[in-house]
T-cell receptor, first 111, second 115 residues
Framework: KQEVTQIPAALSVPEGENLVLNCSFTDSAIYNLQWFRQDPGKGLTSLLL?????REQTSGRLNASLDKSSGRSTLYIAASQPGDSATYLCAVGDYGQNFVFGPGTRLSVLP | EAGVVQSPRYKIIEKKQPVAFWCNPISGHNTLYWYRQNLGQGPELLIRYENEEAVDDSQLPKDRFSAERLKGVDSTLKIQPAELGDSAVYLC?????????????FGEGSRLTVL
């Protein structure tokens, strides 16, 4: 059974810092991995999707990497802004379109 | 293009009362998911549909929860009777099976409070 963990559970950084969020999974037989952002009281917004054959994806200040063999993905946020404050979740998808979510990392970017 | 639409956004009910949530996925998306998210946790799957067929309902508490997607488009999730522990956010998501990406798109969620 796939298990997904995210470290740290919470992170507070000053504005302008570069930061890394971690996602670990136990079963490397994955189809894709997706990073989401969730604002308080809102649904999940897709940020980046990495297929199992890819190593990384980039969108603006965000870069996500995938290392299937070690069961890890990282989300890199460059030049963080207060508007980046949210909870970030990763979800691991298998070939049967089943997704397992991590508990999320709560990010606070201080002005 | 409209995203995943859910209603109601908020619902407060007394325990033992029934409640229903509605979801309309992105047009053309044949896979629909219902998730439950408790505070501080990631979403957990309740049921997944491919078109009108429920292909994974192993985590759905069938004694009190039911779901339907009669025409393979919109879907309803029902709880009857509700218990205190059902307080959570119920999220609907959809994806397009025909694409290779399998990207998930979520609605805003329905927050249930059971008193």
């Amino acid at each position: 059974k796939q298990e997904v963990t995210q470290i740290p559970a919470a992170l507070s950084v000053p504005e302008g810092e570069n930061l890394v969020l971690n996602c670990s999974f136990t079963d490397s037989a994955i189809y894709n991995l997706q990073w989401f952002r969730q604002d308080p009281g809102k649904g999940l917004t897709s940020l980046l999707l990495i297929q199992s054959s890819q190593r990384e994806q980039t969108s603006g200040r965000l870069n996500a990497s995938l290392d299937k063999s070690s069961g890890r993905s990282t989300l890199y946020i460059a030049a963080s802004q207060p508007g980046d404050s949210a909870t970030y979740l990763c979800a691991v998808g298998d070939y049967g379109q089943n997704f397992v979510f991590g508990p999320g990392t709560r990010l606070s970017v201080l002005p | 293009e409209a995203g995943v639409v859910q209603s109601p956004r908020y619902k407060i009910i007394e325990k033992k009362q029934p409640v229903a949530f509605w979801c309309n996925p992105i047009s053309g998306h044949n896979t629909l998911y219902w998730y439950r998210q408790n505070l501080g946790q990631g979403p957990e799957l309740l049921i997944r549909y491919e078109n009108e067929e429920a292909v994974d309902d192993s985590q759905l508490p069938k004694d009190r929860f039911s779901a339907e997607r009669l025409k393979g488009v919109d879907s309803t999730l029902k709880i009857q009777p509700a218990e205190l522990g059902d307080s959570a956010v119920y999220l609907c998501a959809s994806s397009l099976l025909a694409t290779n990406t399998g990207e998930l798109f979520f609605g805003e969620g329905s927050r249930l409070t059971v008193l």
